[in-house]
């Protein structure tokens, strides 16, 4: 008897943490490092994992790297080999926390919240505090979470060759869309 | 004498922008059309990846890989294999519930969040 009740409350124990982490399989990462009048440099990511808590709102998300996809194949090609190292590095990813967040304050419109983390890319980790990102429910009851953010490619060991320095922005801008449903 | 000298230097421009054009906007990779690296059974590959996942992803990432499983989960752009193997598929998913297929895609990796291995530019090769 003693043990079903255990097993029960295991059970119930079980549901609600299941119940509460939202997540994608097919989340947008886009980055783009293009100068004016030369050819754009961008490339989406569209099979990003995205998981967050919803009791504490711990957030994580996970780059294949390979999955990045530009117009120009040759682009693509350099970027795995000479830049983002993708044999050896293939995953990016980012752990971190969304500040103040409650899931009972969401609404369709979108809200405005700080997040604080660490981000692993090309073997490198740098910290994220304080960078903004919208979040709303949908109808539906999935989430919705958006953001953009700069990064430097210096900050993740890339070096850009002399020959292209001209043509690559040192200052990438990503952007990211998850929608998240229930576990 | 000189006439020719300079239809040979236009030739040779004419062929060094052609190929130059080719190299620099060549085609993208056709998953759907390559020759499989390696095919086989959901059951082994998630084996593989379960047993080490390190190894096994640098086996296979870059991959063209023909895989045959059960279907467990569909959306509209995706299949998922034996509950683990994620195919993000080319073109709009048309097929069934529970049949066993043969998904051929391209390897990107292993997702450790959800433990998952991921496939992308997936084709569905034969449906039994």
């Known amino acids: 008897m003693k043990n079903l009740i255990q097993i029960f409350l295991l059970l119930i124990t079980l549901s609600i943490t299941a119940q509460s982490k939202y997540f994608t399989k097919t989340g947008n990462v886009t980055f783009e490092a293009s100068v004016p009048s030369f050819e754009e440099v961008k490339a989406v990511n569209k099979n990003t994992t995205a998981i967050i808590n919803t009791e504490n709102g711990e957030f994580a998300a996970l780059v294949l790297v390979k999955g990045f996809r530009f117009k120009n194949a040759l682009m693509e090609e350099h970027f795995n080999e ?102 | 004498m000189k006439r020719n000298t300079i239809y040979i230097i236009l030739l040779v421009l004419v062929l060094a922008t052609y190929f130059g054009y080719n190299y620099i906007y060549q085609d993208h990779r056709d998953i759907s059309t390559e020759n499989a690296d390696y095919t ?74 959800l433990e998952e291995i991921k496939l992308d530019q997936c084709s569905l090769t034969k449906t039994n």
């Open chain 2, 40 to 113: 086989l059974n959901a059951s082994d590959f998630i084996a593989e990846f379960i047993n080490d996942s390190e190894t096994a992803q640098t086996k296979y990432l870059n991959k063209t890989i023909v895989i045959n499983g059960d279907i467990t989960a569909q959306t509209n752009n995706s299949i998922t294999l034996n509950n683990s193997i994620f195919c993000s598929l080319l073109e709009s998913n048309t097929i069934s519930q529970d049949s066993i297929v043969t998904m051929k895609g391209r390897c990107i990796g292993y997702d450790d969040l």
């Open chain 1, 82 to 183: 000479n830049y983002a190292d993708s044999d050896d590095y293939p995953k990016a990813t980012f752990k971190g926390e969304i500040s103040s967040f409650a899931i009972d304050d969401l609404n369709g419109s979108n809200q405005q919240k700080k997040y604080n983390g660490t981000m692993t890319f090309h073997g490198k980790t740098k910290s994220l505090s304080d960078e903004a990102l919208s979040i709303s429910k949908n109808a539906d009851g999935s989430l919705k979470i958006t953001g953009n953010l700069k990064l430097n490619v210096a900050d993740f060991d890339i070096e850009i060759p002399k020959i292209v320095s001209n043509k690559l922005s040192r200052e990438v801008d990503v952007s990211f869309e998850f929608v998240l449903n229930k576990k």
